[in-house]
Nanobody
Framework: QVQLVEFGGGMVQVGGSLTLSCAASNGPFGAYAIGWFRQAPGKEREFLGAISKLGYSTHYGRSSQGRFAISRDNAESTASLQMFALKPEDTAVYYC????????????????????WGQGTQVTVSS
């Protein structure tokens, strides 16, 4: 089974940018669609966006559209989440996730349908 590890979390000031990376091992990275989620204390895990297996398609959740961008490099078995114009409410633990099939319908790429998770990385946006 594929194993995922997130990198790049940390503290950033309001309005700043941050890029998270997700490195995969022990599996065929290109066989999975990759999604990004986040979870703030006391809140449910929130879908941010996903990218198809070959990287031709992406879609984003409501809170991330226009500020976040997902990409992937199958040759390096990595995926990235670029975040811009960060706000205090973006503070959360961020997770990458692998799903055997890509889908872009509303609510389709949900936390319940993910096949593998990374361990998460903390992002803190300070004012």
């Amino acid at each position: 089974q594929v194993q995922l590890v997130e990198f790049g979390g940390g503290m950033v000031q309001v309005g700043g940018s941050l890029t998270l990376s997700c490195a995969a091992s022990n599996g065929p990275f290109g066989a999975y669609a990759i999604g990004w989620f986040r979870q703030a204390p006391g809140k449910e895990r929130e879908f941010l966006g996903a990218i198809s297996k070959l990287g031709y398609s992406t879609h984003y959740g409501r809170s991330s559209q226009g500020r976040f961008a997902i990409s992937r490099d199958n040759a390096e078995s990595t995926a990235s989440l670029q975040m811009f114009a960060l706000k205090p409410e973006d503070t959360a633990v961020y997770y990458c996730a692998a799903r055997r099939e890509y889908c872009s319908g509303d609510g389709c790429f949900s936390a319940e349908t993910v096949d593998f998770w990374g361990q998460g990385t903390q992002v803190t946006v300070s004012s």
